[in-house]
């Protein structure tokens, strides 16, 4: 029989909460590369495919996602414009947000409640790749392997662009080869996306990087290097330009001094962000491109292979079809099954939660990606279910690890919750306040940010909500560390139910 500890024993654990390692943009080991190829042959990969680029005007709708649990992409497979919107899950513009509305309630605007915002656009063109001049065309994520790779042939070549965002290495790669006698000319800019200005550097390569900070005063960099074993790369400003190359490899990084820590203003000022984004860019530019891939893909395996499912064989035909003639088949009226495609939706659930939720913040309303810098409702935590629905997946299909970074989120939280909670919960103009006179404990707004902070109204019930899906993780896990960890958001909870309504 299960060992669940009742509310009494709950509240008798104890303990402070321990922080984990957050999203913090650090310094990381030499990673442990395999001495194998672990990819899953392409006849065995479960695959989602298309047969044209996803229009750039709608890329958060037709891009293909990258992503490794900090850094994450949306690209859209253009063989003469590749474009990927780059992101940091902890580019957060807006602060605590504690001063009240007229009405009791938080204001809720991208100033001081603040927004999810992009770290940078990555450009990669090929002049004379242009759609109309290239067949066999097809983009396609791999998500037995976590890769996004786009082909086509020009000519007699064939060019194939291999993408993924690695957590081993904490770097976006996109890898371009070609075979049949073709060649690659063409250029790589780096655009910031809140007026930055991109300067040339070589360290270890030609390279561009930018740095700035936020009127919040987060400071954040971005910085990319490209490589080839032929041909010739050089950088201008912004521009790194490659000629006559057989093949190249361009690394992206970047990140923020952003910490989990609410007395120091969730701020690392130790942290260099420029610094490190050139030192990873440099560092993985060094690495075969073959060796970055292949500690992607074992480390990205050692995920998705905990799960497997079966739910029968499509047929010859139905596996040809790109996936949205196969979407749009599988929705006509009295249409057969096509099980292999019902999997592979459970599938791309799994790799959007390894890709979007590791040892960072959690996913919020757009997950790990953006395509802008104003995100419908900021792109913010909703504590009305959207959070949590994020988080129904992990412990039930082999991903209990991604679970974490909601933990870690709430427990960093926690002091600026209670703090709000207690000071301004029971202002008068407050509809929702305790008829009690009392406060205690901590509860949530509809919206949270990443700083403490909360937006829109009051949401009485959030902190139930979100206790109700932390303690359920025990519940799969059985891990009392964890329960432990979390016990101060759990008694806090509490507290604040007995001290009402």
């Known amino acids: 029989m299960s060992r669940i500890p009742n509310r009494r ?37 479960t695959t989602l495919w298309y047969p044209e680029p996803a229009d750039a005007d709608t890329l958060i709708e037709e891009g ?27 580019l957060w513009t807006g602060d605590a947000n504690i001063i009240l509305d007229a009405d009791g309630q938080f204001p809720y605007e991208r100033t001081h409640f603040g927004s999810f915002t992009l770290l940078a656009r990555v450009t990669l063109a090929l002049p004379g790749h242009e759609r109309t001049a290239v067949n066999a065309y097809r983009r396609t994520l791999d998500l037995s392997n976590g890769l996004v790779t786009t082909s086509y042939k020009k000519g007699r070549a064939t060019y194939r662009r291999e993408m993924f965002a690695s957590e081993q290495d904490d770097v976006i790669v996109v890898r371009l080869t070609q075979r049949g006698g073709g060649s690659l000319t063409g250029s790589v800019i780096l655009s910031g996306t809140h007026g930055e200005t991109t300067s040339a550097h070589h360290a270890g390569g ?42 190249l490899t361009v690394i992206i990084s970047g990140g923020t001094n952003y910490a989990p820590d609410h007395a120091a203003g ?11 984004a050139v030192t990873k860019a440099t560092g993985a530019a060094r690495v075969p491109a073959t060796r970055l891939r292949d500690t992607h893909v074992a480390d990205y395996r050692q995920r998705y292979d905990r799960f497997t499912l079966s739910l ?86 082999g991903l209990n690890d991604s679970f974490t970074a909601l933990a870690d989120y709430c427990i960093a939280q926690l002091p600026g919750w209670t703090t709000v909670t207690q000071h301004s919960f029971n202002d008068p103009r407050n509809r929702y306040r305790n008829t009690s ?65």
């Open 9 to 45: 024993t709950i509240l008798g654990l104890g303990g402070a909460a321990v922080l984990t390692a957050l999203p913090a943009f650090t310094a990381h080991a030499a990673p442990h590369r395999p001495a194998g190829t672990p990819l899953v042959p392409a006849v065995d990969a």
């Open 64 to 90: 293909l996602p990258l992503g490794n649990g900090r850094l994450g992409a949306l690209v859209g497979g253009d063989p003469a414009a590749e474009l990927l919107h780059v992101t940091d899950a902890t």
């Open 206 to 247: 030609p390279g561009a990087s930018f740095t700035a900070a936020l009127g919040n005063g987060l400071r954040y960099a971005a910085a990319v290097t490209a490589v080839s074993d032929s041909g010739h790369v050089s950088v201008d400003g912004p521009r790194i330009t490659f000629t006559n190359c057989a093949d």
């Open 266 to 276: 969730y701020r690392d000022p130790g942290v260099d962000p420029h610094a490190l």
């Open 312 to 397: 029968g064989s499509s047929t010859p035909c139905q596996r040809r079809l790109d996936t949205w003639s196969r979407l749009k088949t599988r929705a006509a009226v009295h249409t057969v099954p096509d099980p292999e495609l019902e999997v592979s939706y459970l599938q791309y659930g799994r790799y959007l939660t390894i890709c979007g939720s590791r040892s960072g913040l959690p996913m919020g309303l757009q997950g790990l990606w953006l395509e802008g810098n104003t995100p419908d409702w900021m792109g913010d935590y909703h504590t009305d279910v959207n959070v949590q629905m994020n988080y129904w997946l992990p412990d039930r299909a």
């Open 437 to 501: 006179g009392q406060v205690a404990g901590w509860t949530v707004a509809y919206s949270t940010n990443i700083y403490g902070g909360m937006g829109w109204w009051w949401h009485p019930a959030g902190n139930a909500w979100l206790c109700e899906s932390l303690y359920e993780h025990y519940e799969f896990t059985q891990d009392e560390s964890y329960l432990r960890r979390i016990h101060p958001l759990l008694k806090g909870a509490c507290e604040f139910w007995e001290a009402g309504p």
